[in-house]
């Protein structure tokens, strides 16, 4: 599903990336962890196209996401969800509005998306809430409408970008626990994050990040920094 081969991301003479050599398979779910400037970050944007490795290949499903053009971006983004630590919602749109405006700047039509949103926002527990504005919400609802907005378009790939950062302990573990049933349903999730008793808990495998290294790739509970 996901391979990366000897990617090296170089800015002027500092290295965010140093020859990074991965495979993700169909279904897995995967925790990136590591320190501040450790490449995570660097990572996740070479894997949603904002950035391209300076030398070496990203795959996705055998297809060299470095090479694509400028106009066959927003047909791979929509493969690739991407959720954020602080959501990133339109705070004029109601919940509905908010998901289905991710379908509306494709071109769905009308019936698409009255079919779409609804069932997405049931999957997120957000339907009840369909009429309300973001600031309405609390954090973790707020999540799940940017969970809902990145699955809207059924996306092979889901990376949340520290998505408990602004959550309290009982709501960031409700956005594991979605982030698990996703995966469970075949989504790729992948998850960067600092929070070191979610990634012990939820027991899936752990790649550790170092100074643009990958220094760790294993299956256990537990990492240290």
């Keep these: 599903m996901i391979e990366i081969a000897g990617a090296t991301k170089q800015y002027n003479t500092v290295k965010a990336l140093d020859n990074?050599?991965?495979?993700?398979?169909?279904?897995?779910?995967v925790s990136i962890v590591g320190p501040s400037g450790a490449g995570k970050s660097t990572l996740i944007k070479m894997l949603t196209c904002e950035e391209k490795p300076t030398t070496g290949k990203i795959l996705i499903a055998d297809r060299n996401i470095a090479k694509l053009k400028s106009e066959e971006l927003p047909y791979y983004r929509r493969k690739v969800g991407v959720v954020f630590q602080d959501f990133k919602l339109l705070p004029q749109k109601t919940v509905y509005e908010n998901v289905a405006f991710a379908l509306e700047v494709c071109d769905a039509t009308d019936e698409e998306i009255k079919d779409r949103v609804p069932k997405i926002l049931?999957?997120?527990?957000?339907?009840?809430?369909?009429?309300n504005l973001p600031t309405e919400l609390s954090g973790g609802e707020r999540q799940r409408v940017s969970i809902a907005r990145a699955l809207v378009h059924s996306p092979k790939i889901l990376i949340a970008d520290e998505p408990t950062g602004n959550l309290d302990p009982i709501n960031s573990w409700e956005i594991i626990d979605l982030l698990l049933r996703i995966n469970?349903?075949?989504?790729?999730?992948?998850?960067?994050?600092?929070?070191?008793?979610?990634?012990?808990?939820?027991?899936?495998?752990?790649?550790?990040?170092?100074?643009?290294?990958?220094i760790s790739d294993r299956i256990k509970a537990g990492y240290c920094i």
């Design 184 to 214: 469970r349903q075949g989504t790729v999730v992948i998850l960067a994050t600092h929070n070191k008793e979610i990634v012990d808990r939820i027991k899936k495998r752990v790649l550790l990040m170092k100074g643009g290294k990958l």
């Design 122 to 131: 049931d999957l997120v527990g957000m339907l009840k809430k369909k009429d």
């Design 20 to 29: 990074i050599n991965l495979k993700i398979a169909r279904g897995e779910f």
